[in-house]
């Protein structure tokens, strides 16, 4: 599975961004996709996922009422929708997936800068 993020960019503290990941590959074999936000010097943080079973997600609090992430099978894209951005949102973001239960996340797309200006 490849994965391919998409949308960062520049915004000021209150706006709006979307991101997307695009996915490739053995995308029928996905569990989960999720996104991971990351900061130089920290340790990369999970954001929100969504289970492709059911459609369930999962969300960090530091973003729960302000992300929305949804994904599309017929186009194999995840999209996470960032409302009421603040400067603490600042950092790259990553999408990854899951094959299955219990596997972990093992496929990682490359990171798209977000930056949200105070």
């Known amino acids: 599975v490849q994965l391919q993020a998409s949308g960062g960019g520049l915004v000021q503290a209150g706006g709006s961004l979307r991101l997307t990941c695009a996915a490739s590959?053995?995308?029928?074999?996905?569990?989960?996709t999720a996104w991971f936000r990351q900061t130089p010097g920290k340790e990369r943080e999970f954001v929100a996922r969504?289970?492709?079973?059911?459609?369930?997600?999962f969300y960090a609090d530091s973003v729960k009422g302000r992300f929305t992430i949804s994904g599309d099978n017929s186009k194999n894209t995840v999209d996470l929708q960032m409302n009421n951005l603040r400067p603490e949102d600042t950092a790259a973001y990553y999408c990854?997936?899951?094959?299955?239960?219990?596997?972990?996340?093992?496929?990682w797309g490359q990171g798209t800068q977000v930056t949200v200006s105070s």
């Open positions: 969504i289970r492709w079973s059911d459609s369930s997600t």
């Open positions: 590959g053995r995308t029928y074999s996905n569990y989960r």
């Open positions: 990854a997936a899951d094959a299955c239960q219990g596997c972990g996340y093992g496929y």
